[in-house]
């Protein structure tokens, strides 16, 4: 049972473009919500997040967004750069439990 | 800067073999976890710890036990390493604060069983 889906393996982008990752969830007691960035041979590094009373967190090129009737996050990475290229995972954690629940990751390739 | 070492970048082992990953942190955190990661299924909780000589099953337990007899190392035991456990995997932490859900990972593990 995937509570956190990450649907689409992979995304292409030319630099300068915006690039969209998309998450969706089953579980409606999440309540904050993770974005991590894997390079290969490497662990996953921290992102950004946002917390379920929030709809937007940004950061710099990188923007959250939280969409909870949908139960669907997305990463808006604008503008795009061949160094986002990486593995992106969103992850979901609820009730300060310390858990995350992993989706299956996306697969970004920003063009030169 | 939150470092999490791993024993072994690359490790090459026979089936049937007694496996040890290793994973150290420097910060002094509550929480440790082991996860592995496959192509497709993402990060999979195998094993997780709020505390020195606590641990707490994750989703996927079968075939691995764990052990921390320190605060700042965390281990994971393949009792009898098969070929499908053969993955990546990463050990992380985190503080043990209300709030906080940030993990720090260490660079990996990949496990080959032959």
Redesign the interface.
């Known amino acids: 049972d995937q509570q956190v889906k990450q649907n689409s393996p992979s995304l292409s982008v030319q630099e300068g473009r915006i690039s969209i990752l998309n998450c969706d969830y089953t579980n409606s007691m999440f309540d904050y919500f993770l974005w991590y960035k894997k390079y290969p041979a490497e662990g996953p590094t921290f992102l950004i997040s946002i917390s379920s009373i929030k709809d937007k967190n940004e950061d710099g090129r990188f923007t959250v967004f939280l969409n909870k009737s949908a139960k669907h996050l997305s990463l808006h990475i604008v503008p795009s750069q061949p160094g986002d290229s990486a593995v992106y995972f969103c992850a979901a954690s609820w009730s300060n439990t310390g858990k995350l629940i992993f989706g299956q990751g996306t697969t970004l390739q920003v063009k030169p | 800067d939150v470092k ?1 070492t791993q024993s072994s ?1 690359y490790l090459v082992k026979r089936t049937g073999e007694k496996v040890f990953l290793e994973c150290v942190q420097d910060m002094d955190h509550e ?1 440790m ?1 082991w ?1 592995r990661q496959d192509p ?6 195998i094993y ?1 710890s ?1 505390d020195v000589k606590m641990k707490e099953k ?1 989703d996927i337990p079968e075939g691995y036990s764990v052990s921390r007899e320190k605060k700042e190392r965390f281990s994971l035991i393949l009792e009898s390493a098969s070929t499908n456990q053969t993955s990546m995997y ?1 050990c ?1 932490s ?1 503080l ?1 604060a ?11 593990t990949r496990l080959t069983v032959t």
């Open positions: 999490v970048r929480n976890f996860y497709g299924l993402g990060l999979r909780l997780f709020y994750g990463l992380a985190s043990w209300s709030g906080n859900y940030e993990q720090y990972f260490g660079p990996g």
